[in-house]
């Protein structure tokens, strides 16, 4: 166990619809990070957070967006959904970003389908 | 820039053999490398990592990897293949300028055969 938390586990919804991935980091750790992991595109960085602040972008489309809260748990909204969009979403936390010895801890994902 | 390349996409070795998963990289400066890996719908778990100490860093499960800095290299082993290992193992690197960022390798998946 990461120590990272996803919910939910599992999301099934239909094409256009909004959903929202939720990712509470480990104690201590002020970033996050969003992953997408598909068959055919593979693990694809998304957007990572610092302290609140948004401080790195990715591969992420302008459908999604996400954000960290006060209490450093972080939310992904997907809208407009496409069949496309099913993949494994992954959450991982670290503790800084001012050293190299940083290390991500990855949640166990949530699996979303669009039908 | 800071890249890093998974020479292979799959690799397949028999029970009992020695595994060699390759990775390649490329930084500016000195780099901090991961690995990881990932068994099948199951989230990325640290298998081990470099950080300018000791060039040969031993991990979970009997896996050990090689910093060389002259090949720009830091391959993953082991010695002795479990079925267990079945499983996409990721190379990382980290770039360190104020904010880390995190460069994955494209993966690559272990095949182990009984």
Known sequence: DSGV????????TATGQRVTLRCSPRSGDLSVYWYQQSLDQ????????????????????ER???????DLHSELNLS???????????????????????????????????? | AQSVTQLDSHVSVSEGTPVLLRCNYSSSYSPSLFWYVQHPNKGLQLLLKYTSA???????NGFEAEFKKS???FHLTKPSAHMSDAAEYFCVVIRVTGVNQFYFGTGTSLTVIP
Do not use: M, W
């Open chain 2, 71 to 73: 090949e720009t290299s």
């Open chain 1, 42 to 61: 593979g693990l694809q960085f998304l957007i990572q957070y610092y302290n609140g602040e948004e401080r790195a972008k990715g591969n992420i489309l």
């Open chain 1, 5 to 12: 938390t996803q919910t939910p586990k599992h999301l099934i």
């Open chain 2, 54 to 60: 000791a060039t040969l860093v031993k991990g979970i």
């Open chain 1, 64 to 70: 999604f967006s996400a954000q960290q809260f006060p």
């Open chain 1, 80 to 115: 407009s959904l496409e069949l496309g969009d099913s993949a494994l979403y992954f959450c991982a936390s670290s503790v800084t970003i001012q050293r190299g010895t940083d290390t991500q801890y990855f949640g166990p994902g949530t699996r979303l389908t669009v039908l």
